[in-house]
């Protein structure tokens, strides 16, 4: 069983929509958790960063984190065609693990 | 906004050889670099933690004697992948990192550099 797993979609939403992104894991241990965004041939951006569990609000995104699921989630509202990208999720302990990514795509 | 630059951006070298990459943030200082790669199609791996002034703590499963990491200066960490094979062509990502709180910290992102050994 992988340590991180993620949908690699790809997922397509029109403009404006409400978009969730998701991630689960196996280790118990993780403390840490992020979001990443990634365009293409750029090194990926931290979007959200979240310690143990709770949600976390910053502008359009919103992350979740329940541990007891082992589940988290990111919220985009309000989706722009800007947002198009590959989400990454991550997670850390005494390792970091990686989700393989989702690839968005807004359309206008 | 804070900005990391990587350098060289693209390099092919031979088989046998070494490499070294450059990680610079150019206009604040980090006092730890995070490097990475990703092979095509494959998430992104974190490799080590560099921190100024001290030895890289790599993760589980990265060879130190083969990828030498450097933090000399608050703004500089270097990575060289020693004896370079083909398996080791991938996409290496550096990051710079702000501490401000368990939950505050702000992490900037090199555009990678991408390694072809032939």
């Known amino acids: 069983q ?3 797993e993620q949908d690699p979609g790809p997922l397509s939403v029109p403009e404006g929509a409400i978009v969730s992104l998701n991630c689960t894991y196996s280790n118990s241990a993780f403390q840490y958790f992020m979001w990443y965004r990634q ?3 750029k090194g990926p951006e931290l979007l959200m960063y979240t310690y143990s569990s709770g949600n976390k609000e910053d502008g359009r995104f919103t992350a979740q984190v329940d541990k007891s699921s082992k589940y988290i989630s990111l919220f985009i509202r309000d989706s722009q065609p800007s947002d198009s990208a590959t989400y990454l999720c991550a997670m ?3 390792q970091f693990y990686f989700g393989t990514g989702t690839s968005l795509t807004v359309i206008p | 906004g804070a ?4 350098h060289p951006s693209w390099v092919i070298c031979k088989s046998g050889t070494s490499v070294k990459i450059e990680c610079r943030s ?3 200082q980090a006092t730890t670099m995070f490097w990475y ?3 095509p199609k494959q998430s992104l791996m974190l490799m080590a933690t560099s ?3 001290s030895k890289a703590t790599y993760e589980q499963g990265v060879e130190k004697d083969k ?3 450097n933090h000399a200066s608050l703004t500089l960490s270097t990575l060289t992948v020693t004896s370079a094979h083909p398996e080791d062509s991938s996409f290496y990502i550096c990051s710079a990192i702000i501490w401000t709180g368990p939950n505050t910290d702000t992490q900037y992102f090199g555009p990678g550099t991408r390694l072809t050994v032939l």
């Open chain 1, 2 to 4: 992988k340590e991180v």
């Open chain 1, 39 to 41: 365009y293409s041939r």
């Open chain 1, 92 to 94: 850390s302990g005494n």
């Open chain 2, 3 to 6: 900005v990391v630059s990587q």
């Open chain 2, 26 to 28: 150019l206009d604040f």
């Open chain 2, 37 to 39: 790669r990703q092979f």
């Open chain 2, 51 to 53: 921190n100024e002034g």
């Open chain 2, 67 to 69: 990828f030498l990491i």
